[in-house]
């Protein structure tokens, strides 16, 4: 085997095959995660967690981080702006054994998470920053789970944040940290800049740094590699309705060169799959699972030639039979239609304006409001 990498070590798990699953609300729950790790080695990370519902058990928060027994290890992402109910959230997950390895969410750009202070803005509070991240190590520590932090390069081009929120993530004892190579302000806009994480991964000799933004296919994970020196890559919006680009990720991290050009069928046969698993996670609610599986149709079927009206009548699926008599009516010997299935897929879009706590930039410090806000202000979100 020629191994492009050596396995990445995340405190004690050692994943073989250099390659996470980047966690994403709405989509990295169990069903998908499963279809994922079915193809290849990595880590899968399930969607964020806001730290004050998970101590408060919502059940919402208990489905999320739910796993189920072959899902080892159990990656969490938690997303906090307060060090208190983070120790909290981290100490009820390691002493009840709900997780093998936390995240941190410092890189949502979602107005709702940053105008608390949240998400990506939170970096630039250096010292809350340091705070959160150090409480999370020692909490976690208890019980030899480690913790990374994932983050993006800043604010805005003026507000970089990454190297130095690197170096405290580093020193109050992350196991890793992942860079997504954009600011805030450029959401899912433009190209992610792996000069970042180059530089980040210059910045750290004695951590593990992962590359995040772009990867859409195993060819683009190796050139990140080759561009950056980074120890892993973390996958995101690249494997939507592509959970068999982790085999493909599997292969070129060995030094091999096959890679999954599905037929129709076998399309078909993962959406469906992936529909019939939603449905226990949603705990027997059909409805739900379907209303959730429609969002992949478009990522399912990107490049393929199945009609428009079709398309319109499966983005209103409300039972697993319709689901799956409408599927039916596919010809499923239709081949891999080639690079029109690849390339990018999900969300993009133009720059947008961060929306910050009042004064948030004036300082790197918190000021009295401010803090006062940060006490009060874990949201209910989903993340980005
Ligand atoms: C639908 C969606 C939901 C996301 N949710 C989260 C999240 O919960 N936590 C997080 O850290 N990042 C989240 N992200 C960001 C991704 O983890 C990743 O950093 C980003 O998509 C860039 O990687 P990519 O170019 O491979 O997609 C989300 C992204 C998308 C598209």
């Not at 997780?99 to 809350?128: E, M, Q, Y």
């Not at 860079?179 to 000799?205: C, F, I, K, N």
Request: contains cysteine; negative net charge; hydrophobic residues 40%.
């Amino acid at each position: 085997m020629n191994a492009v990498l050596p396995p990445l070590q995340i405190g004690p798990i050692t994943v073989d095959t250099p390659v996470v699953l980047a966690p994403m609300a709405g989509i990295t729950n169990t069903a998908f995660r499963r279809l994922c790790r079915e193809h290849g080695g990595g880590l899968y990370v399930n969607e964020m967690v806001t730290a004050r519902a998970l101590v408060e058990r919502r059940p919402e928060s208990l489905r999320i981080i739910k796993h189920e027994p072959d899902e080892v290890p159990r990656s969490v992402q938690l997303y906090s702006v307060d060090p208190v109910t983070t120790g909290q959230a981290v100490r009820m997950m390691v002493e009840e054994d709900r997780a093998d390895h936390i995240d941190l969410n410092f890189g949502c750009p979602v107005p709702k998470v940053t105008r608390k202070g949240g998400g990506s803005a939170l970096p630039w509070k250096i010292r809350l920053f340091e705070s959160i991240v150090s409480t999370a190590v020692r909490e976690a520590s208890k019980g030899g789970v480690p913790v990374t932090v994932k983050m993006r390069k800043g604010i805005d081009e003026d507000h970089l944040t990454f190297t130095e929120a690197g170096r405290v993530a580093r020193d109050a004892g992350v196991a890793a940290v992942a860079l997504h190579g954009r600011t805030a302000r450029q959401h899912y806009s433009g190209t992610a800049d792996w000069d970042a994480v180059a530089e980040l991964r210059e910045a750290l000799p004695d951590l593990p740094v992962l590359g995040n933004g772009d990867i859409w296919s195993a060819e683009d994970a190796l050139e990140m590699v080759r561009r950056t020196g980074v120890d892993g890559v973390v996958v995101g919006r690249g494997c939507q309705g592509r959970p068999w680009l982790f085999g493909d990720l599997q292969a070129a991290f060995e030094g091999r060169d096959e890679r999954h050009r599905p037929d129709l069928a076998m399309v078909v046969e993962t959406l469906l799959r992936h529909a019939r698993m939603l449905i226990p996670y949603f705990d027997g609610d059909e409805l739900k699972a379907m209303q959730d599986i429609r969002k992949h149709v478009s990522w399912y079927f990107k490049g393929y030639p199945v009609g428009s009206q079709l398309r319109t009548q499966l983005v209103t699926v409300e039972t697993l039979a319709q689901l799956q008599e409408l599927l039916g009516r596919l010809d499923h010997s239709i081949d891999y239609p080639g690079a029109d299935a690849e390339g990018p897929r999900g969300r993009a879009g133009s720059p947008k304006k961060v929306h910050l706590p009042e004064d948030w930039l004036v300082s790197r410090e918190l000021d009295e409001d401010q803090r006062e806000m940060i006490a009060a202000a874990e949201v209910d979100t989903s993340g980005g």
